[in-house]
């Protein structure tokens, strides 16, 4: 169970763009769960913007945002990745990810203007999107006797628990879905049930 279950994103992609001295900064921002759905959705934005000379990224991931890299691929050290990176703090978000394509203009911005171009791109690409709360859910697989239906069901009435998949046989199963700040709590009341297992099938 994470530390906390509820955190700031997007509900779904959204787009930017920026220009300044005939470069343009198309920016694009994405909800995203882990590293490898983050290198599938950069591998897409070079493929769609392969004329483009650089793309640069910043993402955080995890219900703290304790997960993160920003990248400047090839830009001047820390005029890229990094001000992306602080449009993302900046508004609190987290399991997100920010590209910004940059087709070269054909003249030098400089440091500081490296640095507003990519900030003012990220923060186009975040302002045209929709930040939303989101609640952490665990899913478990549970088992249980036949005999302890009432019991497992009484639980699940009084804790409005979402569940599914249920198995009537002499070992039943079913699928729950509950609040993952909820997890400990809930799974103590269950494991005084005789015969009561859990098998985590994951967190969304």
Request: glycine fraction near 8%; charge should be neutral; aromatic fraction near 8%.
């Amino acid at each position: 169970m994470a530390d906390t279950d509820e955190y700031r994103t997007i509900r779904k992609a959204s787009e930017g763009i920026y220009r300044e001295k005939g470069s343009r900064f198309i920016s694009l921002v994405l909800p995203v769960r882990d590293e490898n759905e983050i290198k599938s959705h950069l591998e897409a934005v070079r493929k769609q913007h392969h004329e483009a000379r650089h793309h640069c990224f910043a993402w955080v991931l995890g219900s703290e945002g304790g997960r993160w890299r920003a990248n400047d691929d090839g830009e001047p050290s820390g005029t890229a990745g990094r001000p992306i990176l602080g449009q993302i703090r900046s508004h609190g978000l987290t399991n997100i990810l920010i590209v910004v394509s940059r087709y070269f203009g054909g003249s030098l911005l400089g440091v500081s203007g490296l640095m507003n171009a990519y900030r003012t791109a990220a923060a186009s690409a975040i302002s045209n999107s929709e930040i939303i709360d989101h609640v952490v859910h665990d899913q478990y697989e549970i088992s249980f006797p036949y005999q302890s239906m009432n019991d497992v069901m009484k639980i699940i009435k009084e804790e409005e628990i979402n569940h599914s998949d249920l198995i009537y046989d002499q070992d039943c199963r079913m699928k729950v879905f509950f609040r993952s700040s909820a997890s400990s709590r809930i799974l103590g009341r269950f494991s005084r049930i005789r015969g009561f297992s859990n098998r985590f099938l994951g967190s969304e």
